[in-house]
């Protein structure tokens, strides 16, 4: 049994060097040892996208253990947003563990969860009192937001979309659409979970309200408002494709929501803390949700979620009902204050919104040059194109696919999604430098061309 030598890889953070290199082949040697011990002890289950054996990260690129630099347009599924071993964040970690690691805040309270639910209240959308429960992944918090919506309206049933992605706990598998590979072989699913259709411009070519339309019928008619708690949407949807509804569809789910005693809840895990442009996505919308799930960009890598909203809603729940071991855990919490700080003092906002408009400068100039980019969309930092056959549309997975292999062997960190799997999405950190997310561009460009459709 032997362990990586790592006590020679430079610290991570932003003095990273910010470059794109590679030494060996990918996978190098260090790395095939790591993913044959992988193999050896992990579950099969726990998959990995890129072939490597991580040792620092920082700014806009990942070190694996064998000297490579891998620019990053992942970070780690929309975390990092403020960069990996941000500064600030690694401060904050490093002075909250020497003080104490938990109490359990259900024991014995601590300002940190109480200054994140504030700051929470203050950034989601919404001007009415707020109230903040803390949990530890996505999963969880739309879990939790279930469970308040149930408790406040006395009603059981809960709509999710086609294309969703809510987690992968039995509830959230059950809100989540897709079954390859989230739900297949995993159920019994919870019951009392509908299904609409979700806007999807690319693919249905209807306007906003039509799209509403057509799914608020489906609502009507096969639950009825009367015995529905909860619609949950992500105001744009992240695994499913990086789906931005049409204008004018979230407004009308919202109306109806509001007009018939229906909590509206945004799923932000994926698209909130500055990643679309806003500070949350809904933002750019128009609409207010009762309740916001967030976790994923929040503690800049720590593993931290919350579900925020209107303080009489919150408050539904009985003492005791809600609540978790580590919910909240203070070096957590330390960590999101310190990329609260980020957010806000460091210009990310902004900074994600210039970062969008080189993607889709760059992407909308591929598009021209190759009919097989179907669409090129999204918000912000959160961009992705949908690969497809020219002549039918039809989703291309394969081809997807193999761009996203092929960047990771070049040294970028490209990640896929979407129903249809044919899906190449863009996260990098913000963090990032606009020429290193050039190059990652331009190796994901040379990518595509090299993928010659038979
Ligand atoms: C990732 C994600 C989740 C689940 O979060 P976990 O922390 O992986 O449990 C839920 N909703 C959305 C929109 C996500 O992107």
């Avoid at 794109?20 to 011990?37: A, D, F, N």
């Avoid at 608020?216 to 744009?236: M, R, Y």
């Avoid at 679309?276 to 750019?284: D, H, K, V």
């Avoid at 204050?337 to 100039?365: Q, T, W, Y």
């Amino acid at each position: 049994m032997t362990t990586l030598d790592t006590a020679d890889v430079a610290t991570g953070g932003p003095t990273l060097a910010q470059e794109r290199r590679l030494v060996t082949s990918i996978p190098g040697p260090r790395s095939q040892e790591l993913l044959e011990r992988k193999a050896a002890a992990v579950a099969s289950g726990v998959g990995h996208t890129a072939p490597i054996a991580a040792v620092a990260a920082g700014g806009g690129v990942v070190l694996d253990a064998d000297g490579n630099s891998f620019i990053d347009l992942g970070s780690g599924i929309a975390v990092t947003s403020v960069g990996n071993a941000h500064p600030k964040v690694v401060e904050a970690v490093q002075r909250q563990a020497a003080q104490f690691t938990h109490t359990c805040f259900m024991i014995s309270p601590y300002e940190g969860y109480v200054a994140v639910a504030e700051a929470l209240n203050r950034l989601t959308p919404g001007d009415f009192p707020k109230k903040s429960a803390l949990f530890n992944s996505g999963a969880e918090a739309v879990e939790n937001a279930v469970k308040i919506a149930r408790k406040a309206t006395g009603r059981q049933a809960v709509v999710a979309f086609d294309h969703a992605y809510h987690g992968r706990t039995n509830l959230t598998m059950a809100l989540t659409a897709k079954s390859m590979p989230y739900k297949s072989g995993f159920g019994p699913f919870a019951s009392e979970v509908y299904r609409a259709p979700m806007s999807y411009p690319y693919r249905d070519g209807l306007s906003g309200p039509e799209a509403a339309a057509r799914a608020l019928s489906v609502i009507d008619k096969q639950v009825g408002a009367a015995n529905l708690a909860a619609v949950i949407i992500e105001p744009i949807q992240g695994e499913g494709g990086f789906i931005v509804p049409a204008e004018g569809f979230l407004p009308a789910i919202a109306e109806w929501c509001s007009a018939n005693g229906v909590v509206l809840i945004a799923d932000e895990v994926q698209s909130g803390f500055a990643r679309t442009g806003t500070m949350f996505a809904s933002e750019q919308f128009g609409i207010v949700p009762d309740l916001v799930t967030t976790a994923k960009g929040i503690a800049g890598g720590l593993p931290l979620a919350a579900v925020t909203g209107r303080a009489e809603i919150m408050d539904a729940a009985h003492a005791g009902g809600l609540g978790g071991t580590y919910g909240g855990n203070p070096i957590a919490c330390a960590a999101a204050l310190a990329s609260i700080d980020v957010f806000e003092n460091e210009g990310m906002v902004p900074r994600a919104r210039e970062l969008g408009e080189l993607m889709l400068d760059r992407l909308g100039a591929l598009q021209a040059a190759d009919p097989r980019v179907g669409d090129v969309r999204g918000r912000g930092a959160m961009i992705a194109i949908e690969l497809v056959d020219p002549e039918t549309q039809a989703p291309d997975a394969a081809l997807a696919g193999a761009v996203a292999r092929r960047c990771i062997g070049e040294g970028v960190i490209v990640l896929t999604c979407g129903t249809y799997g044919n899906v190449l999405r863009f996260l990098p950190p913000l963090s990032i430098g606009d020429a290193l997310l050039h190059e990652g561009l331009d190796v994901v460009a040379a990518a595509l061309a090299a993928e010659v459709t038979a």
